[in-house]
């Protein structure tokens, strides 16, 4: 699979986690923004209404890994060594977006940085740090 488009949704396709959280992929030229529509399913804290922290957490490890499926050709899933959640601001009620960054490739482990907002890009709501070790071929 060499076309960008079909390796993205061959990974949405087969993590029946992106299924439940109802997440999807938006590229536009060599960037991707992952997309979380809002679902009551989503809120952690219902006198609130925040987001699961969890919700954010996995919405941003699954952008992460959509990203290195996108960079890539392989077949298998990278596998998370240590991933790190920064919570910057109440999760609302409304649908979130987060873009990745691969900050290191390597042959066997990618360093990769998301941030995820809601109304502006520049007031993230949550970033990621995280390290994943990439499958053998």
Known sequence: MSDPAERLNAFLAQTPYVRFLGMRAELAGDEMTAVLPFADKLIGNVKWQALHGGVLGAFMEMTALAQLALASDVTRLPKPIDVTIEYLKTG??????????????????????????????????????????????
């Open 92 to 137: 609302r009620p409304q649908t979130t977006f987060a873009r990745a960054e691969l900050r290191k490739v390597g042959r066997r482990i990618a360093n990769v940085h998301v941030e995820a907002w809601q109304d502006q890009r520049s007031e993230p709501v949550a970033a990621l740090r995280g390290h994943f070790l990439l499958p053998r071929e």
